[in-house]
C-alpha cells in the first residue's frame, strides 16, 4: 500500500510558518541562554560543552580532558569498563590469543573479570540462548521483513516479552538472565533480519544459519552472515576487538541514557533495550560511521593522488566550507565531545586493522583515512579561525574495518548494537538497583498565553 500523508493544505501552511518561527525563536533563546539570562541546558549540555551532570555509575567512564582553574586541559583519551582500561583489556587478550568480548560482558554484568570455571559457564550459558524461541523467525522476522535491520531489532526485542514467562519481574536474577539472553540473541536476531532483507528486498538467496557451540559470538556473527559460513581466525578477532571496543561509554551517550531514562520508570527489560535500539539508529549516533564512509568515498573519488596533502587538504576546505559533499560542513569521523588529543578504541582499531587492510588490498584507503584525520585540525583552524583540539573518534575507523571484514554497510549500526548491548544492560542494572528516581527533566515554555476563543468567533 503506498503511503499516505494528511493533505490539509491551509492547516499544512500554517503548521509549517509555526515552526519557522518556533526555529526562530528558540534562536533566539538559545542566544539568550549562551549570554546566561536564562538558565537552560540545551540537549544537557552545560554552556562549556560538557554534559549535564544527572548520576553515578561505576559501569564505564569516559576522560578526555582534565579541568585546571575552570579551563579544559586537552589530554590522551582513556576509556575504563568497571575500573580496567580497555586498551589494557584488549592488548591483554590479544597477546594471550584469545577473544574478549564474552569476557567483557561479564566484566560490565558483574563487575569483576571471570576465571576460566566462570567464563567458561558464561559462554555455555550464552550459547544455550543464542538459538530465538520455537516458530520466533518465522513468525516474527520472515512473515514481516523490513529494509532496515535495525527496526527489525527493535521490534524483535519487544517481542520477546511475550517469549518471557515473567517479563516484569524486576529481581535481580530475573534482570540479569533476561540480559544475558538478549546479549546471546542479538547476533541471531541480525544474521537472520538480515538474510530476510537480502531474500525479500535484494533477490538474494535465503540462509540461516545455525549458531556452533565452542565459537566466540564474533565467530558465529561472521558465520552466520555468509552463505559460505567462511571466515579467517583474523577477521574473527579483529570484529572481536571491534565489539569490545563498542561494548560500553558511559552512561550519557544517547543510547544508554535512553535506556537509564527508561529503566528509571521500572518497565520491562524488553521496552527499555528496544528504545536503546532506536536512539542508536539515530545517524547523529550509531549511524555516524555510515556518514563517514559515504562522505570518505565521496573524497576517494574527488581526490586523485590520495598521498599529495596539498590535494586532501584542498578537498577538505571545500567541505568545512560546505562547498561540496552534504554541505553540512562537517568532516565527519572527526571531533568528538569528550575526547581530545586521542579516542582510545580509533587508537586500538588502526593498530590492529593494519595488517588485514594489508591482505585486503586496503592499506591505501587506511593511509587516506589517516592523512585527513592528521590535516583536517590544520585545514578546520584555517577556514573556521578556531584552533580547536581535535582527534579522529572510533567513527572514523570502524566503517573501514567493516569493510575489510567484508560486513555490509547497511549492518554497521546493527554491530554497533550488537556490542553495545551489553553497556545498555549493565547500566539498566545499575539503575533500577541504585537509581531511586524517576527521571524528568524540565523544558521552558516560551509562548505566550492566549484567551480562550469561542469555535464560532475563531
Known sequence: MEHQHINLEEDMEFIRQLYTDVGRSNKDTLSKMMRGDLDVKRGLRNADGTGVMVGYTQVGSVIGYSILDG???????????????????????????????????????????????ELERFKNFLYDHMPLPNNFTEDMILKHPTRDVMNQLGRAVLALYSADPDPD??????????????????????????AVKRHYFDEKSLYLHRPV???????????????????????????????????????????????????????DTYSAISAAVGSLK????????????????????????????GEVADYLRLILKKEVGD???????????????????????????????????????????????RLTPGVFEEVTGNPKIMCANVDMYSGLVYKMLHIPQELFTPVFALARITGW???????????????????KAIFQHHNYIPLESR
Open 71 to 117: 579551563e579544559r586541559i586537552p589530554m590522551e583519551g582513556q576509556l575504563s569498563y568497571s575500573g580496567y582500561n580497555v586498551t589494557d583489556l584488549i592488548e591483554g587478550y590479544q597477546q594471550e590469543g584469545r577473544f574478549g568480548f564474552e569476557e567483557v560482558a561479564y566484566l560490565l554484568l558483574l563487575r569483576k573479570l571471570p576465571n576460566a570455571a
Open 169 to 194: 519481574c524486576t529481581s535481580l536474577e530475573n534482570m540479569v538472565s533476561q540480559c544475558v539472553q538478549l546479549i546471546a540473541r542479538f547476533p541471531t536476531i541480525i544474521a537472520h533480519s538480515y
Open 213 to 267: 557451540r565452542g565459537l566466540s559470538i564474533a565467530e558465529n556473527f561472521l558465520r552466520a552472515i555468509r552463505s559460505n559460513k567462511q571466515y579467517t581466525p583474523e577477521e574473527a578477532r579483529l570484529l572481536d576487538l571491534c565489539l569490545v571496543a563498542h561494548a560500553e561509554h558511559g552512561g550519557g551517550n544517547n543510547s544508554t541514557f535512553t535506556c537509564r531514562v527508561l529503566s528509571s520508570t521500572g518497565t
Open 282 to 309: 539515530g545517524p547523529k549516533h550509531g549511524g555516524a560511521n555510515s556518514q563517514v564512509m559515504r562522505q570518505f568515498n565521496e573524497i576517494k573519488e574527488a581526490v586523485h593522488d590520495w598521498k599529495d596533502d
Open 327 to 373: 554541505h553540512s560542513g562537517l568532516v565527519y569521523g572527526m571531533g568528538h565531545a569528550v575526547y581530545t588529543l586521542s579516542d582510545p578504541r580509533a587508537v586500538m582499531l588502526k593498530k590492529y586493522a593494519r595488517s588485514l587492510a594489508e591482505k585486503t588490498g586496503l592499506l591505501p584507503e587506511l593511509e587516506l583515512m589517516e592523512s585527513i584525520e
Open 425 to 443: 544492560c549493565a547500566h539498566r542494572l545499575e539503575e533500577v538497583f541504585t537509581g531511586g528516581r524517576i527521571m524528568r527533566p524540565a523544558y
